[in-house]
């Protein structure tokens, strides 16, 4: 098509142009997938999606970004759009590329990855999108939640995510530490983390987190279990623990394990 052809279809309401050099075949709101490959576009070959947008892309549990939370390489202005969040997309340090409209530009001299892709879209690893958005979170149990969330869903491991820290170098948070430790002791979830910190405080003994127990109706992983004590406790959240289905199934997991003298 002619710039002529794009400018008038533009001019005359039947398409937009929500980024520059960027154009929509319609007038109404975008989808997450059409921001998503908006940004792209917009960001270039050597950009891919970041952060809580990677996140999302892969499946994980993250809420878009929708406040000017101004992080460090982010350049010009943005703003999220009626219809959702923003996007959040990376390129290599040293293109110039400024934020704009719905689109927050990271820039960063760790290399994107080129051989992660959902369908079509260049994405971030799992790991490193978790890192990122945990450097830029600003509470404790946010930075918890995202690590147990890639860890739940098996979009990464333990390991990948040790691998990602140690490349922050400096950058690397006390909160982000501590939540890979977690993880590492087996605790995959943020009420897991908290039973942990509750226990410390009131000086009880570290428990084996994670820990299998063999029943005659199959093998449960116990949050917390003190062995010798034959004693356990867990941390269970409303996410997986409200509905009439997960009552039932848990009443037969308890019965199954205080059936074996825990």
Same mark, same amino acid.
């Given at each position: @098509?002619?710039?002529?052809?794009?400018?008038?279809?533009?001019?005359?309401?039947?398409?937009?142009?929500?980024?520059?050099?960027?154009?929509?075949?319609?007038?109404?709101?975008?989808?997450?997938?059409?921001?998503?490959?908006?940004?792209?576009?917009?960001?270039?070959?050597?950009?891919?999606?970041?952060?809580?947008?990677?996140?999302?892309?892969?499946?994980?549990?993250?809420?878009?970004?929708?406040?000017?939370?101004?992080?460090?390489?982010?350049?010009?202005?943005?703003?999220?759009? !009626?219809?959702?969040?923003?996007?959040?997309?990376?390129?290599?340090?040293?293109?110039?590329?400024?934020?704009?409209?719905?689109?927050?530009?990271?820039?960063?001299?760790?290399?994107?990855?080129?051989?992660?892709?959902?369908?079509?879209? =260049?994405?971030?690893?799992?790991?490193?999108?978790?890192?990122?958005?945990?450097?830029?979170?600003?509470?404790?149990?946010?930075?918890?939640?995202?690590?147990?969330?890639?860890?739940?869903?098996?979009?990464?491991?333990?390991?990948?995510? !040790? @691998?990602?820290?140690?490349?922050?170098?400096?950058?690397?948070?006390?909160?982000?530490?501590?939540?890979?430790?977690?993880?590492?002791?087996?605790?995959?979830?943020?009420?897991?983390?908290?039973?942990?910190?509750?226990?410390?405080?009131? =000086?009880?003994?570290?428990?084996?987190?994670?820990?299998?127990?063999?029943?005659?109706?199959?093998?449960?992983?116990?949050?917390?279990?003190?062995? =010798?004590?034959?004693?356990?406790? !867990?941390?269970?959240?409303? @996410?997986?623990?409200?509905?009439?289905?997960?009552?039932?199934?848990?009443?037969?997991?308890?019965?199954?394990?205080?059936?074996?003298?825990?």
């Amino acid at each position: @098509m002619t710039p002529y052809r794009l400018l008038n279809a533009v001019v005359s309401g039947r398409w937009q142009e929500p980024l520059p050099g960027v154009f929509v075949s319609h007038s109404g709101p975008l989808t997450r997938q059409e921001r998503w490959h908006a940004a792209l576009h917009f960001a270039g070959p050597a950009a891919a999606l970041s952060h809580r947008s990677a996140l999302l892309a892969w499946g994980g549990r993250v809420e878009e970004l929708r406040v000017r939370r101004r992080a460090a390489g982010v350049r010009g202005e943005y703003t999220a759009p !009626e219809e959702g969040g923003l996007v959040e997309v990376t390129v290599p340090q040293g293109h110039h590329l400024r934020s704009r409209n719905f689109v927050v530009v990271h820039q960063s001299r760790r290399p994107v990855a080129e051989d992660f892709m959902v369908g079509p879209l =260049k994405v971030c690893p799992p790991a490193r999108a978790a890192v990122d958005v945990a450097l830029t979170a600003d509470r404790r149990r946010d930075v918890d939640h995202v690590v147990a969330d890639v860890l739940q869903r098996g979009l990464c491991t333990v390991t990948d995510l !040790e @691998m990602e820290a140690a490349l922050l170098g400096r950058r690397l948070t006390s909160w982000l530490r501590q939540a890979i430790g977690d993880a590492r002791r087996g605790m995959r979830s943020v009420g897991e983390a908290d039973l942990r910190r509750a226990l410390l405080m009131a =000086k009880v003994p570290e428990p084996e987190w994670g820990a299998a127990i063999d029943t005659p109706t199959g093998t449960y992983f116990l949050d917390a279990y003190w062995r =010798k004590a034959m004693v356990a406790a !867990e941390a269970d959240g409303a @996410m997986f623990h409200l509905s009439a289905n997960d009552w039932s199934t848990d009443l037969t997991r308890q019965n199954a394990i205080q059936g074996v003298g825990v």
